[in-house]
């Protein structure tokens, strides 16, 4: 049993079962201010892209990193992903509490720890296994088996939410180009996909 602290008990609502939630009559987003950049974005047009270039251009070269809650494990990408996947298949939501996690592809070679202390691979699904924080339990990325996380050439997947927050809009309009929302058909019913106009993928592929 939960202690109780307070009035009330705040449950993350993308862990529960589908069939369990009742009715839900309002959505109240909280913090909006410190939501990260990469929320909401959509690939630039050509003039975003121009407006891009000189901002990122007067401020100088941008270090991307990130890592746990606790901090016990960091690291940093040599350079900033090209494509983001919103996921709302259940292991996601569970393994999170949130509606969704978002997802970059990295190549071998441009995701380097630069802490480690804590880390531990894990099986998390029958075709995946993740990085977790054993200090914070917070999940950092995605190793799919069919990448072959042995292999010289593999793909890792770090969470977008993972990322420290010392990046902009901008740098997303020069960098991301492809954005999509897969397992659509696993969201729960109280979220609403935006009307952004990217492309919706009911599987994972």
Not at 65 to 85: M, Y
Not at 137 to 143: Q, R, S
Request: hydrophobic fraction near 35%; aromatic fraction near 8%.
């Amino acid at each position: 049993m939960l202690p109780k602290v307070g009035k009330e008990v705040h449950v993350c609502a993308g862990s529960l079962e589908v069939e369990n939630l009742p009715s839900v009559h309002s959505f109240l987003p909280w913090q909006k201010e410190e939501a990260p950049p990469f929320l909401g974005f959509v690939p630039a047009t050509k003039k975003e892209k121009q407006k891009a270039k000189q901002a990122v251009a007067a401020r100088g070269e941008l270090k991307v990193q990130g890592g746990c809650s606790c901090g016990s494990c960091r690291f940093v990408l040599t350079r900033f992903p090209e494509e983001f996947q919103h996921c709302y298949c259940s292991s996601c939501r569970k393994l999170s509490g949130a509606a969704w996690q978002t997802w970059m592809p990295t190549e071998e070679g441009q995701l380097k720890w630069t802490s480690k202390v804590g880390l531990k691979k894990v099986r998390t699904t029958s075709h995946a296994r993740r990085h977790v924080c054993t200090k914070c339990g917070v999940f950092l990325t995605i190793v799919y088996d069919e990448d072959d996380a042995d292999a010289c050439l593999q793909t890792v997947w770090p969470l977008a939410g993972a990322l420290d927050d010392n990046y902009t809009k901008e740098d997303l309009c020069l960098r991301v180009s492809d954005v999509s929302h897969i397992c659509v058909k696993y969201k729960q019913p109280w979220w609403t996909l935006p009307n952004d106009g990217l492309q919706r993928i009911k599987g994972a592929s």
